[in-house]
């Protein structure tokens, strides 16, 4: 028996058979500063409501795995202090010793596997680090893909990331890495890259189809949905490429490693932006969120 309760929307939306998304908390607690990161997930948890779903967002709270936060939990969660940062490797442990932890895009796929969710919002997964080849920094988020049925809705690979390695090994897992509505990868704060995406759907009806045919197929993992950021709210790259370059320089010369990287990194990123890939960061985390919910709702759709 899993510790696990879910919210009072979220279990009235699994009664009637209702769309749901899933929605990450490592984003709350590790990517974004209070009191903006709950904001925004307020912000995000309405934007579901608006487009016809309801939100469930994860987290572990004092060894309780929660499907979906009452708002009072969202905030206690934004504030507190400590909260650990859960993957696949430690969110069991997390639960079994009473802890609190947020989970990242991994662990919120398999609470979402184990809620019956199938359609996950984020902002960018994790992926292959630059300088993988030395220090082996491939996130966890991957693998998730690779055996998780859960279709996650993200704005591509933040820069941050090395983004070649990162298709590479999707490609390798058999995961489908599908651009929404253009042909070329979205990069994070960029609307477009120069990599081709390996596949391309235009409609989210489209996309709830793949996920059903996997399962039909017993094909185990899920689907990453690469969807770009609204063109008004991107960062041109070239005022990205500097910002990013000190960023890793920093956490290299402060031997930053493990679960650390990707916090220290995208708050040196704000720091560095005056705020600014936060502003862009919120924007494309709602755009994500309504493309999630439309394919949810395709989903309920499609169920016999
Ligand atoms: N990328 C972002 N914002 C984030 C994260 C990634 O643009 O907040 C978080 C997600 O929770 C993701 C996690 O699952 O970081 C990946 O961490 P790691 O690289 O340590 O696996
Ligand atoms: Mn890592």
């Known amino acids: 028996m899993i510790n696990m309760i879910y919210s009072a929307e979220v279990a009235a939306a699994r009664e009637t058979g209702a769309a749901i998304v899933a929605l990450e908390s490592t984003i709350i607690t590790h990517g974004m500063p209070y009191p903006q990161n709950v904001e925004v997930a307020a912000q995000v948890e309405d934007d579901i409501r608006a487009a016809g779903a309801v939100p469930a967002t994860m987290a572990v709270i004092d060894g309780v795995l929660h499907i979906g936060l009452e ?17 696949r490797a430690d969110m069991p442990a997390c639960i079994a010793t009473g802890g609190t932890g947020a989970t990242t895009v991994a662990a919120t796929m398999i609470a979402a596997r184990l809620a019956g969710i199938s359609v996950f919002a984020t902002g960018g997964i994790g992926g292959v680090h630059k300088g993988a080849e030395t220090s082996f920094d491939i996130s966890a988020d991957l693998l998730e893909l690779a055996q998780t049925p859960v279709t996650v809705v993200a704005a591509g690979a933040k820069a941050i990331l090395d983004i070649p390695k990162t298709l590479e090994v999707l490609e390798t897992q058999g995961v489908p890495v599908i651009a929404f509505g253009q042909d070329s990868i979205p990069a994070f704060w960029s609307a477009t890259s120069d990599l081709r995406a390996p596949l391309r759907m235009d409609r989210a009806v489209e996309i709830a189809r793949g996920h059903a045919t996997r399962q039909a197929m017993g094909l185990p993992g899920g689907q990453l949905i690469a969807n770009p950021i609204p063109e008004a709210d991107q960062i041109a790259a070239e005022d990205l490429a500097p910002v990013l370059k000190q960023a890793q320089t920093e956490a290299d010369t402060q031997g930053i490693s493990g679960k650390d990287v990707t916090p220290f990194l995208l708050q040196r990123i704000f720091e560095l932006t005056k705020g600014r890939s936060l502003t862009a960061n919120i924007a494309l985390v709602r755009n994500n969120a309504r493309l999630a919910a439309e394919i949810a709702k395709e989903l309920v759709k499609l169920k016999p």
């Open 71 to 87: 708002a009072d939990q969202l905030q206690a969660l934004g504030q507190a202090q400590n909260v650990a940062k859960i993957s």
